[in-house]
């Protein structure tokens, strides 16, 4: 059965998750959101690099709505504007039609989301009968799929850490990542928002929370804790330029505390080219990038995860997996019970329809 599918943004992640629907045997796309004149009334294959599909994009969300899809793709920036996103997200499961998502990643874990952002979802699918998944590749599959598989290579576990090591230096995301981080700040400027209390818990607390409960665990308490590197000479990278004394490299922490001990942590370390935070830790071999996990404990486990091989740079994978995220689970969200759902609610074997030739494989 083929699942009818609008995509819903064409900003950095939504053109990978818009090419990957318009490549797949098993999705047809019947809709596509963008906004601003330079967008709206293009053809859905134009905006994304492919040849011309017939669909045309709109900024008209009613229309959307209106066309009763299986399953919207929604990728539209919603951490900044959550009110506005949440009423479109909101529209599409009331009319029955499933969200898998990138956004909102206070979602990824939808049992220890706030109430503001959980009822209205939970209600709008019990009222449309359709299902909510959000996830990514961090937060999402670095906190839960990749702990959770290594877990099952454990006897026992003293310690999980996951780490997100990230060079963003090329990563095209100034307007979020790097206002929201603190990139290119001073000393005594405004705190950003990643750095507001509790703004940490409320991203990588949930994965903490999840890796407790799989390991059977009353956490005692959750920490965050963050650290900022100034740069010592200017950089100059896809991100921004940043002067002298200024924010080149950001590490933090979210902490699950047991008897006195951080026995569950998820940690980043992101820096701006490798000037940056040289005696920060680094991804193994020399790379730009991992999403890690380390569990200490019978065995002992690491896992490195590279997204981005054969020339696509590493940011570029991270954006093309977080669109692969979403649009992969598709089907399975589909077929899934109503509500909000989290990884564990889906069937891992998500990748039906995937092998491809290389000469018509996405490459970035
Ligand atoms: N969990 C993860 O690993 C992960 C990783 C990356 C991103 N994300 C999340 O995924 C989402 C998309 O990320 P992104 O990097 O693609 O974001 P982005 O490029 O900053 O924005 C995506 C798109 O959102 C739409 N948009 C932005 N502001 C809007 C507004 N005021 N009104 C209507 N539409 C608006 C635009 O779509 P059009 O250009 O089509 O108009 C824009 O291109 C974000 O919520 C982000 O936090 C999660």
Same mark, same amino acid.
């Given at each position: 059965?083929?699942?009818?599918?609008?995509?819903?943004?064409?900003?950095?992640?939504?053109?990978?998750?818009?090419?990957?629907?318009?490549?797949?045997?098993?999705?047809?796309?019947?809709?596509?959101?963008?906004?601003?004149?330079?967008?709206?009334?293009?053809?859905?294959?134009?905006?994304?690099?492919?040849?011309?599909?017939?669909?045309?994009?709109?900024?008209?969300?009613?229309?959307?709505?209106?066309?009763?899809?299986?399953?919207?793709?929604?990728?539209?920036?919603?951490?900044?504007?959550?009110?506005?996103?949440?009423?479109?997200?909101?529209?599409?499961? *009331?009319?029955?039609? &499933?969200?898998?998502?990138?956004?909102?990643?206070?979602?990824?874990?939808?049992?220890?989301?706030?109430?503001?952002?959980?009822?209205?979802?939970?209600?709008?699918?019990?009222?449309?009968?359709?299902?909510?998944?959000?996830?990514?590749? =961090?937060?999402?599959?670095?906190?839960?799929?990749?702990?959770?598989?290594?877990?099952?290579?454990?006897?026992?576990? *003293?310690?999980?850490?996951?780490?997100?090591?990230?060079?963003?230096?090329?990563?095209?995301?100034? =307007?979020?990542?790097?206002?929201?981080?603190?990139?290119?700040?001073?000393?005594? =400027?405004?705190?950003?928002?990643?750095?507001?209390?509790?703004?940490?818990?409320?991203?990588?607390?949930?994965?903490?929370?999840?890796?407790?409960?799989?390991?059977?665990?009353?956490?005692?308490?959750?920490?965050?804790?963050?650290?900022?590197?100034?740069?010592?000479?200017?950089?100059?990278?896809?991100?921004?330029?940043?002067?002298?004394?200024?924010?080149?490299?950001?590490?933090?922490?979210?902490?699950?505390?047991?008897?006195?001990?951080?026995?569950?942590?998820?940690?980043?370390?992101?820096?701006?080219?490798?000037?940056?935070?040289?005696?920060?830790?680094?991804?193994?071999?020399?790379?730009?990038?991992?999403?890690?996990?380390?569990?200490?404990?019978?065995?002992?486990?690491?896992? &490195?995860?590279?997204?981005?091989?054969?020339?696509?740079?590493?940011?570029?994978?991270?954006?093309?997996?977080?669109?692969?995220?979403?649009?992969?689970?598709?089907?399975?969200?589909?077929?899934?019970?109503?509500?909000?759902?989290?990884?564990?609610?889906?069937?891992?074997?998500?990748?039906?329809?995937?092998?491809?030739?290389?000469?018509?494989?996405?490459?970035?």
């Amino acid at each position: 059965m083929t699942v009818r599918v609008v995509q819903f943004s064409t900003g950095n992640v939504g053109v990978h998750a818009l090419r990957q629907i318009i490549e797949s045997p098993h999705l047809e796309l019947v809709g596509v959101h963008a906004s601003g004149p330079a967008k709206v009334g293009r053809d859905a294959g134009e905006l994304c690099g492919m040849g011309l599909t017939g669909v045309i994009a709109t900024d008209d969300v009613a229309a959307l709505v209106a066309l009763r899809a299986d399953c919207v793709v929604y990728t539209s920036q919603a951490e900044t504007r959550p009110q506005d996103a949440l009423a479109e997200i909101i529209a599409f499961l *009331e009319a029955g039609t &499933n969200v898998a998502a990138t956004s909102m990643v206070w979602l990824v874990h939808p049992a220890h989301a706030e109430a503001w952002l959980r009822e209205p979802l939970a209600e709008a699918c019990a009222r449309g009968g359709s299902s909510l998944y959000v996830n990514g590749i =961090d937060p999402g599959f670095s906190g839960d799929t990749l702990p959770l598989a290594a877990l099952t290579l454990c006897q026992s576990v *003293e310690r999980l850490v996951v780490q997100e090591v990230f060079d963003y230096g090329t990563y095209d995301d100034a =307007d979020f990542t790097g206002v929201s981080f603190g990139f290119g700040l001073a000393p005594g =400027d405004e705190t950003p928002t990643l750095f507001l209390p509790g703004v940490l818990t409320s991203i990588w607390g949930g994965p903490v929370k999840v890796v407790a409960e799989s390991l059977g665990v009353v956490l005692d308490e959750i920490r965050e804790s963050h650290d900022t590197w100034l740069a010592t000479e200017a950089i100059s990278c896809t991100m921004m330029h940043v002067d002298p004394g200024h924010v080149a490299a950001v590490r933090f922490a979210v902490e699950g505390i047991k008897d006195g001990r951080s026995v569950i942590a998820m940690e980043h370390v992101n820096r701006l080219t490798d000037a940056a935070a040289p005696e920060w830790p680094q991804p193994p071999e020399g790379r730009l990038g991992v999403h890690r996990v380390v569990i200490t404990g019978s065995p002992g486990v690491e896992i &490195n995860t590279h997204v981005g091989l054969d020339g696509v740079d590493h940011n570029q994978g991270g954006v093309i997996a977080t669109a692969a995220r979403a649009v992969n689970a598709v089907p399975a969200v589909v077929r899934a019970r109503p509500g909000l759902l989290a990884v564990r609610d889906l069937p891992a074997d998500q990748a039906s329809g995937l092998l491809r030739h290389r000469s018509s494989a996405q490459s970035g």
